[in-house]
């Protein structure tokens, strides 16, 4: 009787687990990791790029406005094989969708001076893992659940035979 009730507590808990981890892969999936539209800014001088680092989710579709400051810059991304160019008072534009995920450099592609080779920045696409994550997460707390289920029905075995 006592092992019965064990194990209905047990399971009353993994379900009751189970049910808030999908609660919070729909909260969380339906906030941050839907497609967004997003606008930057990037501004070009000799001899950078400002923002230099930028960060945006896998599915997102960027729309950069380029800008340059002094002299006719470019600007190429790695990996996705886009390029504008911009002239002060004549601003260049690029959008594309993001779909592919890691970390991916971009540069001048216009020769601007001694240091144009110098002229670069980054832009992560960070990956959609949060529902991946917590997959995992769940398939963990099942695997513990049975193993500790399978540990008890063995301990109260043992009880029996001694
Ligand atoms: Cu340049």
Known sequence: MRRKNILSIIIIVIVGIIMLALISVQIISSRSTEPQEIFIEINA???????????????????????????????????????????????????????????????????????????????TVEPNLRFNIFGLMILFLGLTSFLFITFLERREQKNGQG
């Open 45 to 123: 001088r000799k001899f950078s790029f400002t923002p230099n680092i930028i960060k945006i989710n896998k599915g997102d579709t960027v729309k950069i406005r380029f800008i340059s400051e002094d002299v006719h810059h470019g600007f190429f991304l790695d990996g996705y094989q886009v390029n504008t160019s911009a002239r002060p008072g004549q601003d260049g534009s690029l959008a594309f969708v993001a779909n592919k995920s890691g970390r991916f450099s971009f540069r001048c592609s216009v020769a601007c001076g001694v240091f144009h080779p110098y002229m670069a920045g980054y832009l």
